[in-house]
Structure formats: C-alpha cells, structure tokens
C-alpha cells in the first residue's frame, strides 16, 4: 500500500458519498429481495439490513454497542425512505469499511483481521467463508493454521492478483502499457503487443513461483 496516495481528501470524500447514495438508492427498492423487509417495516428492516449488510463489509462481527449506534443513527430521520439511504451511506464510508484495520490486541493481529491481512494479500478482496470460520472460532492465528489457508489461498487461481501485482510492480514491466515506441523504428508495435508482453512475464513469473521444486531465491 501506498501511504502517500491513501489519504482521503475532502475531494476523495465527496466522491465516496456520491457513489454511496447511488449505491443506497440502488439498493432500496431490492429491499424484499435481499432482506425480505420493506422500508414500511422501519426499524425491523433496518435492523436485517445492519445485521446482513455491515458485517459483510466490515469483514467482520458488529459488536452489539456497534448495532445499536447504527440503529439510533437509523433512527434520527422520520421518513423511512430517507433513513434508510442514509443507514446505507453510513455503512459505506465508514471508517470500518474504507480501511482495513490491524490494530490487534498484544498477541498481533486478531482472528478477522488475520482473515482480511491473507486475503487481501493473496486475492485482492474479502475473506471467504473459511478463513470467517477460522477466525471466528480462533484458531486462524495458530501457526500451523496460517500456514495452511496462507497455501490454500496461494494455491487457488484467484492467487494471480498477488503474483501478477507483485511481479509487476517489483520488475517494472506492468508500465509497459504506457511505453510509446517510434513506430517508424518499430512498425508492427501496438498497444496488444505491449498487452501480450504484459501477460507473457506474468505467466512466466507465476509459472515459476508454483513448481514444487521452486525456492525462494
């Protein structure tokens, strides 16, 4: 991660209220759909909503004093349509959302935040129901637990974020997409060439990284 381009702005910020309320009003008239409640249900909806839709994307558990802030902040509106896009934008530009915390407790990182630190690293999205499982039973932090899911994860096709991610960055290659060429020197180079480039590294790099008989240097 880069720290320098991470910050959020005010610019930033406003951009995500933006796509949080189309993402709300999207998500609002599905509400029978997905939560088998309506808005007219109020603070019963909500409450589905919270318990399905927060802990999905906070990667984890809401703690009950967690519930009740977001049900009072559901709350404060009196009309139902309004509360719920607001309960909705609020889920989606909280802190707990945007950000991915390793704040830990003494013996390191805890169960779901090791599940979100592996995941992201290896596929580049969110816990899937095993590592949740394992972190919710806490036993993902044991060593020989981690180790497992961390080659479980490696061994899964999604692990190609990773190697591509890393490979790219590290060798430099990935600004290949950027390298302009006299095309009176090289007439034949385009823009799916310097694709093809792009792909022929990263399937080389990955090829390598899963023979059996790879080391690390």
């Known amino acids: 991660n880069n720290a320098d381009v991470g910050t959020v702005s005010d610019t930033r910020l406003g951009i995500y209220l933006n796509v949080a309320q189309k993402i709300a009003e999207e ?3 599905n509400l029978p759909k997905l939560f088998s409640c309506s ?3 109020k603070s019963t909806c909500a409450d589905k909503v919270i318990g399905t839709v927060a802990p999905a994307l906070w990667r984890r558990p809401l703690s009950s004093d967690e519930r009740a802030e977001l049900l009072a902040f559901y709350s404060k509106s009196t009309v139902a349509s309004e509360s719920m896009t607001l309960l909705l934008m609020r889920i989606l530009t909280s802190a ?11 013996r390191g990182l805890d169960g779901y935040e090791m599940a979100s630190a592996l995941s992201y690293f290896f596929w580049g999205t969110v816990p899937d129901q095993a590592l949740l499982d394992l972190a919710a039973n806490n036993t993902l932090t044991q060593d020989s637990i981690l180790v497992a899911q961390a080659k479980r994860l490696l061994a899964d096709k999604r692990a190609s974020y990773f190697l591509n991610s890393f490979s790219g960055s590290w060798l430099g290659y990935k600004r290949l997409v950027e390298v302009e060429k006299d095309l009176k020197v090289f007439p034949e180079y385009n823009a799916d060439i310097s694709s093809l480039m792009i792909a022929e590294a990263n399937n080389t790099f990955e090829y390598i990284v899963r023979q059996e008989s790879s080391t690390f240097s």
Not at 96 to 106: A, P, Q, V
């Open 27 to 29: 998500i609002r008239p």
């Open 39 to 41: 808005e007219d249900d």
């Open 96 to 106: 707990n959302f945007l950000y991915r915390s390793e704040i830990g407790t003494d």
